[in-house]
């Protein structure tokens, strides 16, 4: 199996050859190009932390969720204390893991 990209939009088909036209853009066969082995390896690589990247933002937006309930509620002054280094750690999470999907974008390693 190869990966193959479309030249119009960046698309990344997996298969034994490029498909008749883009999914997204609906671009021609004729407008993919195989993707290089050892940029391929990257890509299968990157596919598997930008999933847990992914994951993790996920479960950091439950966090916050939770996090500002707590602050509203106000209950203890301890635990709207903690709720406040949850949002501040895991905004300053997210960004950063949106940074380093942005990275892997630029670098063609996203698809």
Known sequence: MALFRCNICGYIHDGDEAPDKCPKCGAPKEQFTEIETDKAGS?????????????????????????????????????????????????????SIKAELEAHMKKGKWG
Request: aromatic letters at 6%.
């Open 43 to 95: 890509i299968e690589k990157s596919r598997k932390t930008n999933e847990m990247h992914v994951a993790i933002m996920s479960i950091f937006a439950k966090l916050q969720k939770w996090a500002k309930t707590i602050k509203e509620e106000n209950l203890d002054p301890n635990c709207v204390a903690l709720a406040d280094k949850v949002l501040k750690d895991t905004y300053e999470t997210i960004q």
